[in-house]
C-alpha cells in the first residue's frame, strides 16, 4: 500500500470513520453507517490524491488535520 493511502486510513480511522478493503485491493470509507469515498488500490496518476481528499471532506474528514 502506497504510503500516501496509508497514513489516510489511519486519520481515517483516527477520525471515527470506518475503512473496509474489498477483495479487489480498494479501500471503502464509511461514517456512522453512510458511504464516504473509495480510495484506490493502486493509485496512479496526478489527480487521485486531490479528488480523493474532496470526496473525504465533503463526507466530514479534516485533512489537513488542525
Request: charged share 25%; aromatic share 10%; no cysteine.
Amino acid at each position: 500500500m502506497k504510503k500516501e493511502i496509508a497514513a489516510l486510513v489511519a486519520e481515517l480511522v483516527e477520525q471515527g470513520f470506518e475503512v473496509r478493503k474489498t477483495s479487489a485491493g480498494h479501500r471503502i470509507v464509511f461514517k456512522d453507517g453512510r458511504f464516504v469515498a473509495t480510495l484506490p488500490g493502486t493509485p496512479r496518476g496526478q489527480r487521485w490524491y486531490p479528488n480523493t481528499i474532496a470526496a473525504l471532506r465533503r463526507g466530514g474528514f479534516v485533512w489537513p488535520k488542525q
